[in-house]
C-alpha cells in the first residue's frame, strides 16, 4: 500500500483525504490535532502547515523509519513552500521550490511573470498608510488592496471612494500571515 503525505487537515481537506483512503492509499497527516481531517487519516503528525523545516524533518523521519512515503500534498491550504520542501528532500514528484517561493508572494510572483514576459496589471508592495493615501491621490479608486501571501480572496479589498482608507489597510495587514500587503490596479489608475 503506497503512503501519501498531506499537509493540513482541515475541514476543506477532509473529502480529500477520504478520497485518497478510498484509493486505497494509506495517509499521513501532518498539522493541527483538532483540526476535522486529522483523525481520518490512517496516521498522524503534529507539525504546523506553515512550518516548513519541521514539517521536512517530520516527513523524513517517518519516511526513513515507519513507512516510506510515495507522495506528499496539500489541500485547501496555501503552503506550497512546506510540501515542495518535503518533496525534494524525499525526492517525490512535485513542483520545484523555485516555483514554490514564486507562489507564496504574490509581489515576488507578478515581478518574475513580468520579466519573463507575460503582461500583468500595475502593481507594488505596500509599505504603510502614509504610501496607500498617496496611491490613491495619484492613481485614484481603480486600485485592489490584498495580503501578498493569503489565499483565494481572503484580505482582498476593492477600494472604493467611501472606503476608510485606513481600516482598508489595517485589514489587509491582519489578513497577511506575514503582515505584507499589496496593491495592484489598471495602468494609469
Not at 519516511?63 to 510515495?70: E, M, V, W
Not at 506528499?72 to 525526492?91: G, H, N, S, Y
Not at 510572483?109 to 520579466?115: E, F, R, T, W
Not at 496607500?132 to 501571501?149: A, E, F, M, Q, T
Request: with cysteine.
Amino acid at each position: 500500500m503506497n503512503t501519501l503525505w498531506v499537509v493540513g487537515a482541515g475541514v476543506e481537506a477532509v473529502p480529500g483525504i477520504q478520497r485518497a483512503k478510498d484509493l486505497e492509499l494509506f495517509v499521513v497527516v501532518s498539522g493541527d490535532p483538532d483540526a476535522p481531517g486529522f483523525h481520518l487519516a490512517d496516521d498522524h503528525v503534529v507539525v504546523s502547515t506553515y512550518d516548513i523545516e519541521g514539517t521536512v524533518d517530520a516527513a523524513w523521519k517517518y519516511h526513513g523509519s515507519i513507512r516510506p512515503l510515495k507522495g506528499v500534498i496539500c489541500i485547501a491550504v496555501d503552503v506550497p513552500l512546506t510540501v515542495a520542501a518535503v518533496a525534494e528532500k524525499l525526492q517525490l514528484p512535485g513542483i520545484p521550490l523555485e516555483t514554490a517561493r514564486l507562489s507564496v508572494d504574490k509581489v515576488v510572483m507578478k515581478k518574475h511573470l513580468a520579466a519573463c514576459g507575460i503582461p500583468v496589471p500595475w502593481f507594488c508592495r505596500l509599505e504603510s498608510l502614509t504610501q496607500l493615501r498617496s496611491i490613491v491621490k495619484n492613481r485614484g479608486y481603480s486600485l485592489v488592496i490584498k495580503p501578498v501571501d493569503n489565499r483565494g480572496s481572503h484580505g482582498v479589498l476593492r477600494l472604493v471612494r467611501d472606503i476608510d482608507l485606513e481600516w482598508a489597510f489595517d485589514y489587509a495587514v491582519a489578513c497577511s500571515p506575514n503582515s505584507q500587503v499589496s496593491m495592484s490596479g489598471h495602468e494609469g489608475g
